[in-house]
């Protein structure tokens, strides 16, 4: 597939601290990726005003991972849709209840993904019980109407497989040539990741740490162009 239709499938974690930050990286890597994901750090530094500067060039995954009762998760969802990012995300450890709640109110935003957590790819448990855990969660997640899941590319296949093609999988965890594994325990380059059937790539220090953050997207790009699909 064409390295073109591979950016648009690689999400950049903006792991900064800073609207400065943020938006000069963004200006960086510029088209080489399609999409920006802004997490705790960033949002609990910068809020919605950020997100709706970083909405004009890139599509944004929200990750705040909510994990709280089914109410205070929905509310927050509605807040999510409202800010019109394409995707946010919850953890499938809420339960049923709270999966269903979220579900039910995003429906009403419909260019925005729920996708849920399975199972962090920091997580030390072993690599069996972390599938296991994942495809359960991931069987949950589609039960109660969610869109997709965060997985590490060693469960991509298996839930794909359980839950069918179009049950979107995104992927942390990618590192690819001699670079520090760090937090990271399931790890994955970006070209088997896309030949384990994961549709986004989350890149963080990858490319932020990068000499040349714009190289490295396109390095990630590339490298998932090669994918044997
Ligand atoms: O720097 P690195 O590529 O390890 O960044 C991975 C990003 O993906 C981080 O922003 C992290 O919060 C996020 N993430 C993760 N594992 C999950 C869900 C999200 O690493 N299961």
């Given at each position: 597939m064409s390295h073109d239709t591979m950016k648009d499938r690689i999400m950049v974690?903006?792991?900064?601290?800073?609207q400065a930050e943020a938006l000069a990286m963004r200006d960086t890597l510029a088209d080489s990726v399609g999409w920006l994901k802004v997490g705790l750090r960033l949002f609990v530094a910068e809020g919605p005003s950020l997100i709706s500067k970083l909405s004009k060039t890139h599509n944004i995954f929200l990750d705040l991972k909510f994990h709280d009762i089914p109410n205070t998760v929905a509310q927050a969802i509605e807040s999510a849709g409202a800010l019109g990012v394409q995707m946010v995300n919850v953890h499938a450890g809420g339960g049923k209840p709270m999966l269903e709640a979220a579900s039910k109110v995003a429906k009403?935003?419909?260019?925005m993904k729920l996708i849920a957590v399975t199972v962090?790819?920091?997580?030390?448990?072993p690599k069996e019980q972390a599938l296991q855990l994942a495809l359960a969660r991931a069987k949950l997640a589609k039960d109660a109407g969610l869109d997709g899941v965060v997985c590490s590319v060693h469960e991509a296949a298996h839930i794909k497989e359980v839950c069918?093609?179009?049950f979107i999988t995104v992927t942390p965890g990618i590192r690819w040539g001699n670079q520090n594994t760090q937090d990271q325990q399931r790890i994955a380059d970006p070209k088997t990741a896309v030949e384990h059937g994961s549709d986004y790539l989350v890149i963080g220090r990858p490319i932020l740490q990068a000499d040349s953050p714009k190289q490295a997207a396109e390095e990630a790009a590339n490298m998932m162009s090669q994918a044997k699909i």
């Open positions: 974690a903006l792991d900064v601290n800073s009403a935003f419909p260019n962090l790819t920091s997580d030390t448990m069918g093609s179009d």
